[in-house]
């Protein structure tokens, strides 16, 4: 066991000796002249820079240059020890698309289906930025404004546990991306986020197949929720940062061969996120009630959150463990060690999950971008 990890962490540490700033997913590179470090850590990790730009609207008060129209994300998967049925290496991919009309960027997330999935539209939506308000406003199908990206910008290849966890004949998690609109606003150091859903997208980010629940679901009445961060200690070492969450709406369920029904739920969520130099420590606690989980009035009650340190010994590589445990009702933990570095438009992952009382479990990938055609 040992030798696995000193393998990995030899081989990352080699990578990570030659790794450098290279050109990122052109969309927005060529369109501002920018280089891969400037927006992403590890592709496709956002860095504060990057952060900053997505939460502008994707807008830079810079000049526009010419761009591609498109750009592709594709990602190679690998299992060592792969479930009955499944590859051992499994493809997937990704179209990115964005572009300006007015004052609106419009973005554009396609898979093109892996692991048997359908192809699909994971992400489609206006942003625009109102900078005298300091306002950011999205309409579409977008990602709930989570700490930790579910979709696009996940760091390793083990979703977060209770982002993606169903709570009886609920299956609609926090990871599903929305239909609807989000209003994003800073008060100084406080960020406030405000969503109201009416539909959502049932899937995976890369096109992985979706699992079969049984069950046909829709929001029945909208869905509302409140994301509320806030800076305390902001230096050049050092930031510190809280976050809360609530999050409610009706999902209707009609199981086969049963009548439909309708569960009111709600989500409440504590963050809390602290970086000190080359270390990054995030935390989260997600709560949940559903007042009717299996269509007979049964009160189901979920809980479950993670821990997570990272180290960067250089600002394009990290290793990360991360403790995920969540409890809807059963209770599941997992270990997950993991690192990464990109190079040139490449990043290569490696990780290994535990979960106690069973064999580890090893995989990794290779993630590579690529531009489509320059427009002028």
Known sequence: MRSKYALIAGAILFFASAAAPAQAIPIFAQRYHLKCGQCHSVLPELNAFGNYFRNHGYRLPLPEHGTTIFAIRYQMEYDKEPSEGARRWTPGGILLGSGN???????????????????????????????????????????????????????????????????????????????????????????????????????????????????????????????????????????????????????????????????????????????????????????????????????????????????????????GLRYDAYANPFINRDFVYYGAVQIAPFRFLAQEVQTPGQHPFFSGAITVAFPGPLKN
Do not use: C
Request: hydrophobic share 35%; charged share 15%; net charge negative.
């Open 101 to 319: 009309i007015g004052p609106i960027t419009a973005y554009l997330h396609y898979n093109f289906g892996a692991g048997g999935g359908p192809a699909a539209t994971f992400l489609l939506f206006g942003a625009g930025y109102n900078a005298h308000t300091q306002t950011l406003y999205r309409g579409g199908l977008f990602e709930l404004p989570l700490a930790q990206s579910p979709g696009q910008r996940l760091d390793d290849l083990t979703q977060y546990g209770y982002y993606g966890a169903h709570v009886g004949l609920n299956n609609l998690p926090l990871s599903s991306p929305r239909w609807g609109a989000m209003m994003e606003r800073t008060f100084g150091n406080l960020r406030v986020d405000g969503t109201i859903a009416v539909s959502s997208y049932q899937g995976a980010a890369y096109g992985g197949k979706p699992v079969a629940t049984g069950e046909n679901t829709w929001l029945s009445t909208p869905e509302f929720g409140l994301w509320l961060r806030q800076t305390l200690v902001q230096t050049n070492h050092a930031e510190a940062d809280i976050g809360g969450t609530a999050l409610g709406g009706t999902l209707g369920i009609q199981p086969s061969g049963r009548l439909p029904f309708a569960d009111l739920y709600q989500r409440y969520g504590l963050l809390a996120h602290a970086t000190y130099r080359d270390l990054d420590f995030q935390a989260e606690q997600w709560y949940g009630d559903d007042h009717d989980a299996d269509g007979f009035l049964t009160n189901q009650h979920s809980s479950g959150g993670y821990a997570r340190l990272k180290y960067y010994p250089i600002p394009h590589a990290y290793f």
